[in-house]
């Protein structure tokens, strides 16, 4: 499985971001997928994750209200809308897929395939 993660960028505090985190290699539609970051100095921690059909999402606190994770199963593809930005959501933005699960998971080690990251960076 690999996974290419896009959609990063520069925005300031109160804006929007979508992600995209497209799959090819595997039956993506079988398993579930998560969303971590990593800011500077700090360790990579849970964002948002969803199961294999898109039906059951789970959000970690901090973005809860904030921020949608989706998949379009049709097109290989997780999304990750990302709505008033703080400048603490500066990070960089992985996605991964756990292949051998299909219920959301915020557990990283739960996660066998990851993507290269992207990253976002909200100015105040």
């Known amino acids: 499985v690999q996974l290419q993660a896009s959609g990063g960028g520069l925005v300031q505090a109160g804006g929007s971001l979508r992600l995209s985190c497209a799959a090819s290699g595997g039956t993506f539609s079988s398993y579930a997928m998560g969303w971590f970051r990593q800011a500077p100095g700090k360790e990579r921690e849970f964002v948002a994750a969803?199961?294999?059909?898109?039906?059951?999402?789970y959000y970690a606190d901090s973005v809860k209200g904030r921020f949608t994770i989706s998949r379009d199963n049709a097109k290989n593809t997780v999304y990750l809308q990302m709505n008033s930005l703080k400048p603490e959501d500066t990070a960089v933005y992985y996605c991964?897929?756990?292949?051998?699960?299909?219920?959301?998971?915020?557990?990283?080690?739960?996660?066998?395939?990851w993507g290269q990251g992207t990253q976002v960076t909200v100015s105040s």
């Open positions: 991964a897929a756990d292949t051998y699960g299909v219920r959301p998971k915020e557990e990283d080690y739960e996660y066998d395939y």
């Open positions: 969803i199961d294999w059909s898109g039906g059951s999402t």
